[in-house]
């Protein structure tokens, strides 16, 4: 049986496969980190959101969820994401901070993705 901390990841990554950043946006803090790791560090919503906007898509990715695994104001999360139309296939871990244990938000997120051949 899933957490409510397990359900909302699980939703939040559906929502990024889907592009539905207004999803996306309630669930992380005003002065959200992510840090994307090879690529940038991004700080605050304003940033984020942009980020997003940038990444998003017409089509939504298939998303498979392997793991999520929560332990108090830490998650992560692990699976694959492939790319419509080119097929491309991106294997992800993403680690998660909340601001707190009730009606957590994303304050920190790491993520690793690499393509798989």
């Not at 984020?48 to 498979?64: G, N, S, V, Y």
């Not at 929560?70 to 901070?97: E, L």
Request: charged content about 25%; proline content about 3%.
């Amino acid at each position: 049986m899933k957490t409510e901390t397990q359900k909302m990841l699980l939703a939040f990554n559906e929502a990024f496969a889907k592009s539905d950043i207004t999803f996306i946006e309630g669930r992380v803090t005003d002065d959200i980190r992510w840090h994307m790791i090879g690529d940038r560090i991004i700080d605050g919503k304003e940033q984020f959101l942009e980020a997003l906007q940038d990444m998003a898509m017409d089509e939504p990715m298939k998303l498979t969820v392997d793991h999520i695994i929560t332990h108090g104001k830490s998650a992560a999360v692990n699976g694959t994401m492939t790319v419509p139309g080119s097929g491309t296939v991106v294997a992800f871990c993403d680690i998660y901070t909340f601001n707190g244990f009730k009606n957590p938000k994303i304050k920190e997120m790491t993520s690793y993705g690499i393509e798989v051949k």
